[in-house]
């Protein structure tokens, strides 16, 4: 079974961490840095760079779960 995780440390621990991942055959990758709350988050590709902010994020996540369930009752009631 797979499974994908983020996890989060200091940057002075961040190669103890690796080699921790390493250590139990996990591959494990720097994806980036966290900034301080209220900030960005950029995902660049080879084309392009997608930005959210913290709050959007937030708000997609907290939501995503009442706005399904939302939907749902809507097609419910419309007898789908």
Same mark, same amino acid.
């Given at each position: ?8 440390? $200091?940057?002075? =621990?961040?190669?103890?961490? !690796?080699?921790?991942? $390493? ?16 900030g ?6 080879? $084309?392009a760079?997608y ?15 009442? !706005? ?6 809507? =097609? $419910?009631?419309?007898?789908?």
């Amino acid at each position: 079974d797979t499974g994908r995780v983020v996890v989060s440390c $200091r940057p002075a =621990d961040r190669d103890a961490l !690796l080699a921790l991942a $390493r250590g139990h055959g996990v591959p494990a990758l720097v994806a980036g840095t966290v900034g301080a709350g209220g900030g960005r988050l950029a995902i660049s590709t080879g $084309r392009a760079t997608y930005t959210w902010s913290a709050p959007e994020l937030r708000t997609a996540y907290f939501e995503a779960i009442p !706005l399904r369930m939302r939907a749902v009752a809507t =097609d $419910r009631d419309a007898g789908a």
